[in-house]
T-cell receptor
Framework: DAGVTQSPTHLIKTRGQHVTLRCSPI?????VSWYQQVLGQGPQFIFQ???????GRGNFPDRFSARQFPNYSSELNVNALLLGDSALYLC???????????FGPGTRLTVT | AQTVTQSQPEMSVQEAETVTLSCTYD???????LFWYKQPPSRQMILVIR????KQQNATENRFSVNFQKAAKSFSLKISDSQLGDAAMYFC??????????WGAGTKLIIKP
């Protein structure tokens, strides 16, 4: 079975620009979560979606938004990029929110 | 706020020996889940082991086992017969009542051949 997939793998953007990151969950998984991992630190929770509804939101500014589609794939959008948004963005899926999460390979975002 | 603390930024072990990674957490909840994830240099986050707080029995997955001390809020990971492929960052993680993951800062495990 295919694991969680994310695209793109790497991305370079300029301050002030907008970015969209994409995630496809494992088949049968209905919950998707997004995390930001700054170099040398543990991941920080951004969003969780279940059955296309937002179930949780971490301590991130409104520049960060997300959505989940009917096929359970998800997008993370970041507006007005700042240098501090440079990080590895991880997507994880689970059958339902209370089950263990399986992670994709991540998208490395660099903001210059 | 709930926190997860990993006090060992880096650990090293000789190949084939045993190593224990420490973790403490702080929560007021009685029912929760704990996990260990590993992140190799390839950066793919991999689930190592899971423990339900209501279970007294320590979880085991092949060479990986945990020592779960609920009263002390301690959750250590023991790796037996260490292999070169075990080299990675290891994260201790708690799932809160909203099913969101709270992460420790990680322990870098180095395997000496």
């Amino acid at each position: 079975d295919a694991g969680v997939t994310q695209s793109p793998t790497h991305l370079i953007k300029t301050r002030g620009q907008h970015v969209t990151l994409r995630c496809s969950p494992i088949s049968g998984h209905k919950s998707v979560s997004w995390y930001q991992q700054v170099l040398g630190q543990g991941p920080q929770f951004i969003f969780q979606y279940y059955e296309k509804e937002e179930r949780g939101r971490g301590n991130f500014p409104d520049r960060f938004s997300a959505r989940q589609f009917p096929n359970y794939s998800s997008e993370l959008n970041v507006n007005a990029l700042l240098l501090g948004d440079s990080a590895l963005y991880l997507c994880a899926s689970s059958v339902i929110p209370r089950y263990e999460q399986y992670f994709g390979p991540g998208t490395r975002l660099t903001v210059t | 706020a709930q926190t997860v603390t990993q006090s060992q930024p880096e650990m090293s072990v000789q190949e084939a020996e045993t190593v224990t990674l420490s973790c403490t957490y702080d929560t007021s909840e009685s029912d929760y889940y704990l996990f260990w994830y590993k992140q190799p240099p390839s950066r793919q986050m991999i689930l190592v082991i899971r423990q339900e707080a209501y279970k007294q029995q320590n979880a085991t997955e092949n060479r990986f086992s945990v020592n779960f001390q609920k009263a002390a809020k301690s959750f250590s990971l023991k790796i037996s017969d260490s292999q070169l492929g075990d080299a990675a960052m290891y994260f201790c993680v708690q799932m809160d009542s909203n099913y969101q993951l709270i992460w420790g800062a990680g322990t870098k495990l180095i395997i000496k051949p």
